[in-house]
């Protein structure tokens, strides 16, 4: 018998209800099963039926988490029930996702997906806290990179780059400043910090390569994007 069943794969963006794609939206509201990090927003959670069947598999650092093992295994019986599942990942699901595993998965148990993107918090946030990620001056590239594992990254390159946009830094933040400084950052290059972005707890502090540190150390900064280079001082001209 066919399986009818299909899973979404599907990007919320960075947070609020107001930055979601009219196709994932459509999406939730018509949603069986919903399987989502533990970053999603609740206002986006409470788009999906009553009768929707809501788990969470964790996937924030220091959390418990479900295995991607286990939650591969999940997308696939649900699929295979015939059911239409949407599995709900804040940002893009392919910005340092694991999606990827999830495809692959799926598609070695022949279940039906489809991938819809999302807004991710590496071009949204600094938007939301007035920082350009380019500037015909300022800026001409920025780099996108993740701090889950700072062993992983030429420093050496990533301190000639205009702009550097770091997600899952914060707890991070020390060792970052350090290596940039090490490799010949300039110590009062700009940096803006943005925590919960688009939600209405949303924060920014700024400071400089030398200081933002010292200046954060009291602060729970994750979830957080971290934005460094010449443009974040643009910050202040740019502000409603």
Known sequence: MENL????????????????????HQL???????????????????????????????????????????????????????????????????????????????????????VIPGLSSATVAPLLASVPLTDPVLGSQFTVLTAHDLELHNWEALAQMAVLVVLMGGKALPAICDRLLRYGKRPETPVAIVRWASQPQQQVWTGTLLNITQQTKAETLSPCIIVIGEVVGLRPYLQP
Not at 5 to 19: E, I, Q, R
Not at 51 to 61: A, E, N, Q
């Open 5 to 24: 069943g299909k899973v979404y794969l599907v990007g919320a963006g960075p947070g609020s209800v107001d930055f979601l794609t009219v196709r994932a």
């Open 28 to 114: 939730l509201t018509q949603a069986q099963v919903l399987i989502h990090d533990a970053l999603v927003n609740a206002d986006v959670l409470a788009l999906v039926p009553a009768t929707c069947d809501v788990r969470s598999v964790g996937k924030r650092g220091g959390q418990p988490s479900w295995s991607q093992a286990a939650i591969n295994q999940l997308l696939i019986e649900l699929c295979q029930q015939g059911k239409t599942v949407i599995r709900l990942k804040s940002g893009d699901p392919f910005i340092f996702g694991r999606t990827a595993a999830e495809i692959q998965a799926l598609k070695a148990a022949n279940c039906a997906f489809e």
